[in-house]
């Protein structure tokens, strides 16, 4: 959290009467803004507010993919089979191993989890347990669709699946599936909870038997009711949070998820695509393994679903140990990849990819607007991204010259210009306020900024209010600046907030099995983005207090209030957002010019807390909330307090 040091105003209104009482000062003026809505300063860019992704913290694995079955093709550790575990229940006996001689012929599914039920009758069973992600959510009157690969040895009895307790003393819902055969075969049911099933994650998944034998199980799988129904889809209330946000795109599939730790490990994604059977996964660079059941068309079935644009990043040959590929022929290989890629996604069926993508089931091409060529590559020390970009750009805009390329550096020389960069930021909330006015001066003759990750970094595993503050006032400054500032996305998106599941604190929702929730952050961004017109009218300030922030080797005074207008041309609202960082109340003057006529009646939406390090949790989920309420007295000139510690929206109607 920012330190707070003891003296830290400079000119406010609180500390101004008081010493007006005691008769040493003149008070404060207050603040002014003015804001003059004939005075257009930008238009802002209809994507400005959108989604960043990528495999991290838990992101799809035990989080927004619907899969409850963790380990499902027993690829995650070559020594065991982990999250996995033999039931037995009073005299059966039995055990639970990695098999590799069992292979299901022309899938990848290689490695399988071998039963050998050795003693088994009616009422002791045998079978093997899977722990999900921090166990399965169970909830009442839901439909878990359930399916695997099974083979035995000719001499297996029906299977029983269920959703039962950790102990087996409670079945959540089961199901027969009949008895299977020598050959490997797939299975599926449906499990049903009853209405009076009491929400719980404490449970297990397990397949099981009462007859003496052998058993192989592959591909395990087990799904909850998914947004819009898709197959394979997503967790519905994640999802909702998102739609709720309004965002215009969402950028996939990285981050450092799209490099890998090495050129070997980069986000591999043909092995992304077509039937599970066919997808072995692949290592990630947060410390887990991707099953890649979030694939390139999920991620499109994703952004589909919100009804958002994808901003598709291509690996564009460095990696995040250090390794290169050399611009040249050594990189055309990588180059025609992404060019594959860019066809899956946007080809008509005809084409090659768009041909595979029809037949994974999208004969519509997805709309493909940017394309990103690489993450960070200002960390290469090879220094080759100038030419690794140029060799990408030109390759993508002969054959799709409408396609904007966003570089993610910038270095001299750079023989293309990009039409777009991306930069990161990530920081306290001192810094971001402190820079808030950062793209006021930008060069509006260079690319455009895509602003792909950015974040104020305090609270774990999700932000706290002063991260909101801090977030929103740099907000102010990307919305103020929009004409360049064209999109902007935080990150990190999603942290399963369980024991093991965060490597990146400061994190915008967080989630375990059951349950989910917006942090602080979240709700700012969900009021910037729903409160947005189309044009940026200028707002000026003056009295505006400052607070020093304690920065070696000098302070440095910050402002206390940070503000942005903009107005929709069709109604002539206006969203006026205010952000105060100030631990006092502040009564801001305001004076409209522009308009003939400001309703006396409009909104005001505010998020706030008692203290800047209070936060939400999945305990509180909603313990810090905007809350809207009606307001009146408004008009041409009004006077407005601001509650301490708030991010602010006042909606005013004008003609
Ligand atoms: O958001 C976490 C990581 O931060 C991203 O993967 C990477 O691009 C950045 O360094």
Known sequence: MRPVPAFFFVATAALAVESFALGQTTPAPPPVLTIDAGRVTARVSPTLYGLMTEEINYSYEGGLYGELIRNRIFRDDAREASHWSVVHDRNGIGAISLDESQPIPGTVLTKCVKLDASQASTGHRIGVANDGYWGIPVKPKTSYQASFYAKGDGSNSPLTVSVESNDGAKVFAKAQVPEINGQWRKYTTVLTTGDDVAPTASARFVISTEKPGRLWFNLVSLFPPTYNNRPNGNRMDIMQLLADMKPAFLRLPGGNFLEGDTVAERFP????????????????????????????????????DLGIQPVLAVYAGYSLKGEHVDPGAGLQPFVDDALDEIEYVTGGPSTKWGFERAKDGHPAPFRLAYVEIGNEDQFDRSHSYNRRFAQFYEAIKKKYPGLLCIATTCEKGIPWKPDVIDEHYYRNAWEMEGDATHYDAYDRKGPKVFVGEWATREGEPTTNLNAALGDAAWMTGMERNSDVVVLASYAPLFVNVNKGGMQWGSNLIGYDALNSYGSPSYYAQKMFNTYLGDSVISVTGVNIPTQAWQRPPAPKQVPTLFFVATRASGSGTIYLKVVNTAGFAQSVQFHLNGVRHVAPDGLSVVLTSAHPGDTNSITEPTKIMPVTSKISGLGTSFTHAFAPDSVNVLQLETQ
Not at 275 to 288: A, K, S
Not at 290 to 299: C, T
């Open 269 to 304: 994604w043909k092995k992304t695509i077509g039937p599970l059977e066919q997808r072995p996964g692949h290592r990630g660079c947060w410390g887990y393994g991707a099953s890649d059941g979030m694939g390139l068309l999920e991620f499109m079935e994703w952004c589909e």
